[in-house]
């Protein structure tokens, strides 16, 4: 979201989240450029944190689309190819993936991942 790119990706998510519906497509970049905007005026300290909260807030939004929408599915892992082959150097980033939980005083902390789907888009 903070890339020289973001521009390009964002037009394409508008359009794809918006099915064909410009209030929706509206809506969408409307949270896209909150989320932008909130993760740009993040401190260094607490980017990483933020950027994991967003993108899990999106994973869901984009899964939900997908699993009610095989086409919407289809086209989003094209994308993800494309984008993929032409920006190899974020792409390595993008597909990391790392789970962090910590614990104070009497606290406990139980991580569940229930049934996780990793789409590889390379194998797709």
């Known amino acids: 979201m903070t890339t020289d790119g973001w521009g390009r990706v964002r037009t394409w998510f508008g359009r794809w989240l ?21 993760l740009l005026a993040t401190s260094a300290e607490e980017s990483e944190e933020q950027a994991g909260r967003l993108a899990g807030a999106w994973t869901v939004r984009l899964q939900d689309i997908a699993d009610m929408d095989a086409q919407a599915a289809s086209e989003l892992l094209e994308f993800l190819v494309r984008w993929r082959a032409e920006n190899p150097e974020s792409s390595e980033r993008a597909g990391r993936v790392r789970q962090q939980a910590k614990a104070s005083g009497h606290s406990s902390i139980v991580q569940v991942g229930g049934n996780q789907t990793v789409i590889r888009p390379e194998r797709s």
């Open 18 to 38: 918006g099915r064909g519906q410009s209030e929706t497509e509206t809506h969408h970049l409307s949270c896209l450029d909150r989320d932008r905007e909130l």
